[in-house]
């Protein structure tokens, strides 16, 4: 299994308030995390560190106590979210500037040839099989319930002024409703993590392609090619390819 990650804090922002976390090669725990925090100076970054290590942190110290199976392992991740959730909202009510931060936040887990995801926010998980692009989670974004409804297409939610309205994010109030879900994670297939700073930059088709033309540095590639067409957001790429 191949790991390569890359946060950038693009060409517009002053600060990177994108975090992540990816195990060391020799870690028998394959967990990987990525979080966009949102918020006023220094909120967002606190905000998406904080959910970043309080996940792992859960996962890390209660795997072992579950079975492995299918519905315990989703209710781990579950666990984990409201966990990183809890400790980020009380944080925002200790410090007044803090107190609109929040982040989104993608956790997978792979076990046994499959990928148990957690998800709030806009930040992504995609898999990339057999030459398809998929992507896996569904943004909870004002944008992407308009598309869901029919209101809009797939070319004007890409233009669509509150592209950046989330409908849910992890850390605003005392309780969420994470989804999470388990998919198959087989022989060559390659999973791609991103923070909307690249999304925003590059549609689905060209994330693949460039996947496809740059075996070996994919990750840099991605984040240059979100630069150039504006950078206007932190940009932050995990890939896991199951060679």
């Known amino acids: 299994m191949r790991v390569l990650a890359k ?7 002053e600060m990177n308030q994108d975090s992540f976390f990816i195990p060391d090669a020799n870690s028998e725990i394959k967990l990987y995390i990525l979080a966009d925090g949102m918020g006023g100076y220094k909120g967002g970054e ?4 904080l959910a970043v290590t309080s996940a792992k942190h859960y996962i890390v110290n209660n795997i072992q106590k579950v079975k492995k199976e299918k519905e315990e392992i989703l209710a781990l991740v579950k666990s984990a979210m409201e966990y990183a959730n809890l400790v980020v909202f009380e944080k925002s ?4 500037e803090l107190h609109d931060m929040g982040t ?16 709030i926010g806009d930040s992504r998980v995609y898999r990339i099989r057999k030459n398809i692009i998929r992507k896996l989670t569904s943004d909870h974004s004002y944008v992407e319930k308009l598309l869901k409804e029919g209101s809009i297409t797939k070319e004007e939610a890409y233009n669509h002024p509150k592209k950046n309205m989330l409908m849910k994010a992890l850390g605003c109030s005392s309780s969420i409703e994470p989804d999470v879900m388990c998919k198959g994670f087989l022989k060559d ?19 693949y392609d460039i996947l496809l033309r740059n075996p070996v540095n994919p990750e840099k590639v991605l984040v240059n ?19």
């Open 46 to 49: 606190i905000a998406s560190s």
């Open 93 to 96: 009510r200790e410090d007044a």
């Open 7 to 13: 946060s950038d804090i693009g060409r517009a922002r």
């Open 189 to 207: 297939d390659i999973l791609l993590m991103c923070s909307d700073g690249l999304t925003n930059m590059l549609k689905d088709n060209e994330i």
């Open 104 to 119: 989104t936040l993608d956790i997978c887990l792979i076990l046994n040839n499959r990928v148990f995801i957690g998800h």
């Open 225 to 243: 090619e979100a630069n150039k067409k504006g950078g206007l957001d932190n940009i932050t790429v995990i890939i896991v390819d199951n060679v």
